[in-house]
């Protein structure tokens, strides 16, 4: 592990620049780099060990999918075998209620 020093350039990833530049560090915590400057545009934050924040649109399927599989699962794990006998119209009036409408 080297030895950091306030000043020393290290390669982090730049929110600003949206890549990967030099940086001098601003500040460190038990011998690792807290806060650094991007060289390129001088904006301060956090060290990101040079990894890329996760995009927006990548956060928002992962959450999509998540409440995928929660409205799956408690079908799959009630168990209740579906009746045939007054089924239908209270899945027609279960899909209207998640479609936002009257049935």
């Given at each position: ?39 390129t545009c001088y904006h301060d934050h956090d060290y990101r ?55």
């Amino acid at each position: 592990m080297p030895d950091f020093r306030l000043g020393d350039v290290i390669d982090d990833h730049c929110i600003k620049c949206r890549r990967v530049t030099n940086h001098a560090i601003v500040s460190l915590v038990n011998a690792e780099p807290a806060k650094v400057r991007c060289r390129t545009c001088y904006h301060d934050h956090d060290y990101r060990h040079e990894q890329a924040p996760p995009s927006k649109k990548d956060l928002k399927k992962a959450e999509l999918f998540k409440e995928v599989l929660a409205a799956a699962a408690p079908a799959a794990v009630a168990g209740d075998p579906p009746s045939d006998s007054d089924g239908a119209p209270a899945k027609a009036a279960k899909k209207a209620a998640t479609r936002g409408k009257k049935a």
